[in-house]
């Protein structure tokens, strides 16, 4: 039974019951340091890392499922800030990673069969050039969801601003995401161009309520003879020797501004919005859906996730322990769940804005955490179904 309330939110309680059964440790990580990488490698594959607040050195994931979830009220810095880079490798079909509220330099993922999911995670604010970018080769099934990740800023003449999101040969989906190229350096003669906000080549790619920007393009001096300041980047650059497919939902794409050139009195260029060759690029019509949820959520108890659509639309909340990667154009979105699971009908918006209520499971003997995958279906007035981004729930013991 769903209530009305007089803020226009409407909440309804879901009862989560688990599909799969399997045994799980949680591991404390704190200390800053080495800390986090050591229990990397030491944590067996399934296992689950709570990480504390502190600054911690690049860590390194190959091969086997983890868990690795921060809080959003703590400061937890992976990297140095000079683009060390901590990694996510090697998964074979069916294992599964997260990666969830940190602050990270920079994420690399590569060769993987399984799936990766990233979860609000955040540039770091220490240090410099103050990065937060990712990397993602020859992999079939990696989200983004709630992420802000930079570019880094050049610090050497004659190179340019890094790129926020490199993908390649890869499927990749990106929700609620803002994407920003780091500028370029500024020298009395040179201006260095400014980072591409993302950049794709041969790759399966959505774009759903995201922006992605180009770095700006560093400037030169006022002194005669006039130098060249650098261009800015591009928002979005798709290049394709094979197909490559780039569908964009409620996504706003937008170039670097040009460096300043005092000297010629006029800017270099700026950025383009999008580069793509022709057929490659796909507008999707209509508005993007969402929810939030948080994703440490401790075994048995209520919380709560919040819904973002129209008014009239009817939600259909999706619930597996499982993954997968598959562009649906019926639905403007990716499938995230796995076939292994269950729906509910949860909600008809009244307002914009949703709230429902869920029930953690209570955890078998000797499991101490266990994931679940969430992901809404939601369908408007006319019948046109949009999927929204993920939420991954790490339900955990009490005793932590």
């Known amino acids: 039974m769903l209530a009305s309330r007089p803020s226009g939110l409407v909440r309804a309680v879901v009862v989560l019951t688990l599909v799969l059964s399997a045994r799980a440790d949680v591991i404390v990580v704190s200390g800053g340091g080495a800390a986090l990488s050591s229990a990397v490698q030491s944590a067996a594959s399934g296992d689950t890392l ?24 703590a ?26 509220d940190l ?22 604010v220490s240090g410099l050039p103050n990065g937060g970018e990712a990397a993602v080769t020859s992999s079939t099934d ?16 004659g190179v340019s601003g890094s790129t926020a999101v490199q993908i390649q ?13 780091g500028a370029g350096f500024s020298t009395i003669n040179l201006g260095s161009a400014g980072g591409d906000g993302i950049s794709i080549t041969n790759a399966s790619v959505l774009l759903s309520a995201c922006t992605s920007t180009g770095g700006a393009g560093g400037q030169t001096g006022p002194i005669p003879p006039c130098g060249t300041a650098g261009v ?18 409620s996504t706003t794409a937008a170039g670097g501004a040009g460096g300043a050139n005092p000297c010629a009195g006029v800017p270099a260029p700026a950025g383009a919005a999008i580069v793509a060759p022709v057929g490659v690029l796909d507008v999707l019509p209509g508005a993007s859906r969402s929810i939030s949820a948080p994703t440490k959520v401790r075994e048995g108890t209520t919380f709560s996730i919040t819904l973002q659509g129209q008014v009239g639309d009817q939600v ?24 292994a699971g269950r729906r509910a009908r949860v909600a008809t918006l009244t307002s ?18 266990m994931m679940m995958h969430l992901q809404c279906l939601f369908t408007d007035t006319s019948g046109q179904r949009t999927l929204s981004g993920p939420a991954t729930e790490v339900f955990h013991d009490a005793a932590f």
Request: include cysteine; aromatic fraction near 6%; proline fraction near 6%.
């Open 50 to 73: 709570f990480v504390n607040a502190g600054t911690y050195s690049p860590f390194d994931v190959a091969g086997k499922s983890l868990t690795i979830v921060g809080s959003p009220a």
């Open 75 to 100: 400061l937890i810095e992976v990297g140095n800030g000079q683009g060390g880079a901590s990694r996510v490798r090697n998964l074979t079909s069916g294992q599964i990673v997260l990666v969830s």
């Open 103 to 124: 602050r990270i330099d920079r994420l690399e993922i590569s060769n993987c069969q399984g799936s990766v999911r990233v979860t609000r995670v955040q540039p770091i």
């Open 142 to 157: 990696v989200t983004f969801s709630g992420c802000t990740l930079t570019g880094r800023r050049s610090l050497v003449g």
């Open 169 to 181: 040969d890869s499927n990749v989906a990106l929700y609620d995401s803002a994407l920003l190229g």
């Open 232 to 249: 800015g980047g591009a928002g979005i650059r798709a290049t394709s020797s094979a197909p490559s497919s780039v569908h964009l939902l």
């Open 316 to 339: 259909l909340l999706l619930i597996s322990p499982q993954t997968r990667w598959i562009y649906e154009p019926l639905f403007q979105g990716v499938m995230l769940y796995g076939p």
């Open 352 to 369: 914009n804005t949703a709230t429902v209520d869920l029930v953690a499971p209570v955890l078998p003997l000797g499991v101490d955490a």
